[in-house]
């Protein structure tokens, strides 16, 4: 997998890693293609052209994206170490967009996958930054 492509790069199997690539090539390369179709279908494109199946599908598949971001973060605070920087800010909005998601539309998306990794991570910058308050 190209790191310069892609957020994610697999050294092997057990680890995954993040690249420390520009915040718009990981959000628009790996997340967000799987995401925008749930998030876009959702909000943007009318009730009687939705296609429900691809949302859900979708859906499904930024559950699993996330999870690998959820197991990086079980090793490190955030997303490139242990300092808050510019990719962090990236997830962060995709992450803020999947539990709107969820809570808005929770048929319509099917379960969320508990992330608990994820969780703390996403708390831990909405109470040390505004950048939550920022993008509402």
């Not at 279908?41 to 009730?47: C, D, M, N, Q």
């Not at 690998?68 to 605070?77: G, P, R, Y």
């Not at 995709?94 to 809570?103: F, G, Q």
Request: net charge positive; proline share 4%.
């Amino acid at each position: 997998v190209s790191q310069s492509r892609y957020a994610v790069s697999t050294t092997d199997q057990s680890s995954p890693s993040w690249s420390i690539r520009s915040s718009n090539t990981r959000q628009l390369s790996t997340l967000w293609p799987a995401l925008r179709i749930p998030f876009l279908g959702l909000t943007r494109v009318p009730e009687a052209e939705r296609d429900y199946l691809a949302i859900h599908k979708a859906f499904q598949e930024s559950n699993r994206l996330l999870g690998i971001l959820d197991a990086v973060l079980s090793k490190q605070s955030y997303c490139s170490g242990s300092n808050f920087h510019l990719g962090d800010i990236a997830l962060t909005l995709c992450v803020k967009r999947w539990y709107m998601l969820s809570d808005q539309y929770p048929d319509k998306t099917g379960p969320r996958a508990e992330l608990h990794h994820i969780a703390r991570w996403y708390d831990q910058i909405c109470k040390s930054t505004q950048l939550t308050k920022a993008v509402e």
